[in-house]
């Protein structure tokens, strides 16, 4: 879907039994939208602006994190460990 590069570490992922599968279909469209913005690495904007649309597309809950942060990476990287998304730039450093 998105190219083919490898990245410098590797993503170890167990899926949750609670995730359904029937959402990857729209999360992968909301992948594709936000990575026509910028890159996904190092990009805090880019990891809030996709949780803001998985929020609005009711696939994740809306509010504070319990890790205070925010930006959808669970999401982005149970997508990477499917296989579904890859070819994702890496900034240097």
Known sequence: MLGATEPSYRYRMFSRPARELTVVPLEL????????E???FGQCKVHVRFEE?????????????????????????????????????????
Do not use: Y
């Not at 469209?29 to 026509?36: D, P, T």
């Open 38 to 40: 910028a890159e996904w």
């Open 53 to 93: 649309m998985l929020e609005h597309a009711e696939i994740k809950r809306p509010g504070r994190r319990r890790d205070g942060t925010r930006g959808g990476r669970t999401n982005m990287a149970w997508l990477i460990s499917l296989g579904l998304v890859f070819n994702l730039k890496r900034h240097p450093g």
């Open 29 to 36: 469209a909301l992948v594709e939208e936000v990575l026509a």
